[in-house]
């Protein structure tokens, strides 16, 4: 293997972290990887916000769900879809917008380009030895974040990503098999024998973690997080609308 795949194949989130400060040549380079990541036809619906400020990454902390190591975190990287640039090309060149940026494939796209662009830097981040974890949670109380970022109409806060010196080392979670994930030609849609297998490893890997008092296996886990109600981001639909991304309308 070479540098680059032993950094993708060691990944591991962080959730504590040393009182040192991420570099700010370190910072530059993980936001160049970041936008120079593949996007759709160069439009670049991507923007990020970095929080570095004490009392703002307290803000966030609180907004996140009381996530510690947002505070503690030296750098926090907030990762948006963004077709505000893109309305102001076309307000300039005397085009509508809403009716084109409401339609669901346009927040498929940013979406994925947010994806793109935190898998990025994640890699770029623990190239220099740093260690980062994703936060989903900026969804969770949307619109206060969106009012702290100021972000505009057409902008979505999407991800949050923490970085910094690790000051853990909480081992490598395992992944799914390789046959449950990765198929030739077609999907295989036999998957519970891959899975039974998977439950046995995760149950095993949960009970030897000292600091986790989790038991279970993965697809108990994954049944339990999406049972109905499932309403782990209530404030989504009115930031869609807010934002003017309104999905099914054409």
Not at 54 to 82: M, N, Y
Not at 144 to 161: D, S
Request: net charge negative; aromatic share 10%; hydrophobic share 40%.
């Amino acid at each position: 293997m070479n540098e680059v795949m032993d950094t993708l194949s060691s990944h591991r989130s962080i959730r504590a972290y040393q009182d040192r400060p991420v570099e700010s040549k370190v910072l530059d380079q993980i936001l160049k990887a970041a936008q120079a990541a593949p996007n759709w036809v160069n439009l670049q619906h991507v923007s990020v916000i970095v929080v570095q400020d004490k009392a703002r990454l307290a803000k966030f902390s609180e907004l996140c769900g009381g996530q510690k190591h947002i505070a503690q975190a030296p750098v926090f990287l907030i990762f948006c879809t963004d077709f505000y640039r893109t309305w102001l090309a076309c307000r300039d060149h005397g085009q509508e917008f809403d009716s084109v940026v409401s339609q669901i494939d346009n927040l498929i796209v940013g979406a994925n380009e947010v994806g793109i662009a935190l898998g990025t830097a994640v890699a770029a981040a623990e190239s220099f030895g740093l260690g980062t974890v994703p936060i989903g949670n900026i969804r969770l109380h949307a619109l206060e974040a969106i009012r702290e970022l100021n972000l505009p109409k057409y902008v979505l806060p999407m991800l949050g990503l923490c970085a910094g010196y690790p000051a853990e080392n909480p081992g490598i979670k395992p992944r799914l098999p390789k046959e449950a994930v990765c198929f030739a030609e077609q999907y295989n849609q036999e998957l519970s024998g891959f899975l039974k297998q998977y439950d046995e490893q995760y149950a095993s890997y949960l009970k030897e973690r000292p600091w986790n008092s989790r038991v279970g296996n993965w697809t108990g886990m994954a049944a339990d997080f999406y049972k109905p109600p499932y309403s782990h981001y209530p404030e989504v639909p009115a930031m869609l609308k807010q934002q003017g991304f309104n999905p099914g309308t054409e």
